[in-house]
């Protein structure tokens, strides 16, 4: 999956990864959706992060000019070596 989403309108939302701190077993993506976007198409977007990327509505924001920052959760999979190498 790339960096960016893109829709069918041609619209492109960018997702910012926010700094976990070291010992989270949290990742966090805040997206900002444009507000050309409509309802619709962003819940479609958000179902497919949620089934393809394992991400989980955290919160959603919508501003006054229609714009919406939404974050996004999921649990990190933190794996440490056991071998000696």
Excluded: C, K
Excluded at 45 to 54: F, N
């Amino acid at each position: 999956m790339t960096d960016s989403v893109r829709i069918a309108a041609g619209h492109v939302i960018n997702p910012r990864m926010e700094r976990a701190e070291a010992r989270s077993h949290t990742q966090w993506r805040v997206v900002d959706v444009p507000r050309s976007i409509t309802r619709a198409e962003t819940t479609q977007i958000l179902a497919e992060q949620a089934e393809y990327g394992r991400w989980e509505l955290a919160r959603s924001l919508v501003y006054v000019g229609g714009a919406r920052r939404v974050w996004l959760r999921r649990r990190a999979m933190r794996v440490e070596r056991t071998d000696a190498a």
